[in-house]
């Protein structure tokens, strides 16, 4: 008799094949679309910030770059060694750029959140839960992006500073880009799906009487 495959074995067959497909469809066909509500959350985010209005934007360059007119504070333009301007607003505009690729990361968890949900236990709450985990990195993204500029922002007014506030921001700006994206859609799935947190504590379990015995 053929012996069954454990349930973690099937679950990561079907999460790396759901994996693959749903990335073929993200940036074959979701990519751009999404791309398109990045850009108008984010430069929302971007005018609802202290001093914000309609002349701090997001402009798409030609090669899908993305030019940002992000509002900063005169304080902090002067302490970057920038004259105030006498009778001039208390908030100026600083322009930076972010690669299109580190725009494509931060719209990639999507899909892989997908894929784990779907290839996770199936419970009654799945379509619920794919909806409630959806718009949660719906509304991270915006926030990702503008931790992305606010340290582009740092970089262009303190180039070369070790303060702790700017490690800080670079850390957050790295978390943004390189570790969110893939790693808290799983945290996420793990999170809403009963069955697959049961699945990770037994094999958390099972890897701790190992380190024991």
């Known amino acids: 008799m053929r012996r069954q495959s454990s349930p973690p074995l099937r679950f990561l ?4 094949l759901l994996t693959a497909t749903l990335l073929a469809v993200w940036w074959l066909v979701l990519l ?8 108008a959350s984010a430069e929302f985010l971007i ?3 202290p001093g914000g ?9 030609p090669e899908g770059a993305w030019e940002i007119r992000m509002p900063v504070p005169a304080s902090i333009l002067e302490r970057a060694g920038f004259a105030r301007v006498p009778g001039g607003p208390g908030v100026r505009g600083v322009r930076l750029t972010i690669e299109r690729q580190v725009l494509t990361g931060v719209t990639v968890a999507l899909p892989v959140f997908w894929a784990v949900m779907l290839a996770a ?4 709450r799945l379509w619920r839960n794919l909806a409630t985990g959806s718009l949660f990195f719906g509304l991270l993204a915006p926030a990702l992006v503008l931790i992305q500029a ?5 970089g262009i007014l303190f180039h070369g500073s070790h303060h702790p506030a700017s490690v800080v921001l670079d850390l957050a700006a790295y978390l943004a880009g390189h570790v969110a ?3 808290l859609p799983v945290l996420a799935a793990v999170a809403l799906n009963d069955g697959l947190r049961k699945q ?3 094999l958390a379990d099972s890897s701790h009487s190992s380190l024991q015995s």
């Open 13 to 16: 067959v079907r999460a790396t």
């Open 32 to 39: 751009d679309p999404m791309l398109v509500g990045l850009r």
């Open 47 to 49: 005018r609802a910030l």
């Open 53 to 61: 209005n309609a002349s701090y934007y997001i402009a798409v360059k």
């Open 121 to 124: 236990p199936r419970d009654k």
């Open 150 to 154: 606010a340290a582009r922002v740092r």
């Open 181 to 183: 994206p893939s790693t």
């Open 200 to 202: 990770v504590m037994a």
